[in-house]
């Protein structure tokens, strides 16, 4: 049974910097993109970051273009987002999740399969 595990949150301080990881099984991972979303209290799951199932291109929202990064292993089966200058409003539950194809997409409804989330805590 295919699944997404994510690891790496945690409480940081505002400019800190968080590693989230996650490890997919029981499918092709090389084969699809992925992306990272994210959800705080009272909001909407929005786009954080995606990457094409090579790795070659990736998107990212806006709000997180030039603070964070992600990367995609595909012999580990491992897509990684990398946080830096971390900001209060950067708290949030993130998910990673992978894309119908090995294209990226900021659509929330074109990723099928999802993780179950690790909290991410900037404290000011």
């Known amino acids: 049974q295919a699944q997404l595990v994510e690891s790496g949150g945690g409480l940081v301080q505002a400019g800190g910097s968080l590693r989230l990881s996650c490890v997919a099984s029981?499918?092709?991972?090389?084969?699809?993109?992925m992306g990272w979303f994210r959800q705080a209290p009272g909001k909407d799951r929005e786009f954080v970051a995606g990457?094409?199932?090579?790795?070659?291109?990736?998107s990212y929202a806006d709000s997180v273009k030039g603070r964070f990064t992600i990367s995609k292993d595909n012999a580990k089966d491992t897509v990684y987002l990398q946080m830096t200058s971390l900001k209060p409003e950067d708290t949030a539950v993130y998910y990673c999740?992978?894309?119908?194809?090995?294209?990226?997409?900021?659509?929330?409804?074109?990723?099928?399969?999802w993780g179950q989330g690790t909290q991410v805590t900037v404290s000011s």
């Open positions: 029981g499918r092709t991972f090389s084969s699809y993109a």
């Open positions: 990457i094409s199932r090579s790795g070659g291109i990736t």
């Open positions: 999740a992978t894309g119908s194809t090995g294209v990226v997409r900021t659509s929330e409804s074109w990723y099928h399969q």
